[in-house]
């Protein structure tokens, strides 16, 4: 079978050499130029020198942690761009909201799997730029969504959305595959207006609003995905 060949560059972060060498070799089956640091520091350095397409990073780091290098590179111009994949184990809900809040694309937990981490990495990759086109429309299996006209349609049927549960359909549907926070729901929702039409948009009533979105879109409404412990995704086609 030909290896599939890619352009795309992976800079790996981790303290553990097993874990580097086991998704380094994995990851050059797959065609991608692998690059791998076990430090925090390194992984700014490695990153600021020449700009990966997507840093996989622990956040268990000795020194600069996982956190602080994801916060660095999200708060530099010249690096915000990168998409990062987080590596943490079980139980750290607390550490992948933070992360995610902070601008990380998404989180894989340890144990993993190199190909679920290989399969993130490419949904990173092919989703990586915001779909920012008001005239496009976004379609997920039977659920068409157009920005512009402010329509939804499920198996070709209107679905009556509010102004509150079409913002976050919209921000879900930009990126499938992709886990959001409930504040970043809400950051979404609200857009540049604190207050929106129906009411205050809070972290507890994004539950709410998605109990109902589900609802509307029928038999789509399956494709909101809860994520324990984090918040929401839209499944990825």
């Known amino acids: 079978m030909a290896v599939m060949m890619t352009k795309e560059s992976v800079l790996v972060v981790d303290d553990e050499r097993d874990i580097l060498e086991l998704v380094k070799y994995n990851l050059d089956k797959e065609g991608y130029q692998v690059t791998i640091v076990e430090t925090g520091e390194d992984a700014l350095a490695a990153a600021r020198t020449k700009m990966p397409d997507v840093v ?14 994801c916060r660095r590179l ?29 601008g990380a694309a998404d989180y894989v ?6 190909r679920v981490l290989s399969a993130r990495i490419k949904a990173v990759l092919r989703r990586g730029a915001d779909i920012g086109d008001d005239d496009a429309t976004i379609r997920v299996k039977e659920l068409n969504i157009h920005p512009g006209r402010h329509q939804v349609l499920v198996g070709g049927v209107p679905a009556e959305l509010t102004a509150t549960e ?6 879900l549907a930009k990126r499938p595959g992709w886990v959001f926070t409930r504040q970043q729901i809400v950051d ?5 207006d604190v207050f929106v039409n129906e009411r205050f948009v809070t972290d507890r009533s994004v539950d709410v609003h998605i109990v109902s979105l589900r609802r509307k879109l029928g038999i ?18």
């Open 166 to 171: 079409f913002r976050i359909l919209v921000y």
């Open 74 to 102: 999200k708060g530099d111009l010249k690096t915000r761009g990168i998409p990062i994949v987080m590596l943490t184990a079980k139980g750290g809900e607390a550490d992948i909201v933070t992360g995610l809040e902070m």
């Open 220 to 237: 789509c409404g399956a494709y909101i995905e809860t994520v324990r412990g984090v918040g929401y995704r839209l499944q990825d086609v």
């Open 109 to 114: 937990t340890k144990p993993f799997s190199p």
């Open 188 to 192: 979404a929702a609200q857009g540049d």
């Open 56 to 69: 996989v990073l622990d956040l268990m780091l000795p020194g600069v942690d996982g956190l602080e290098v």
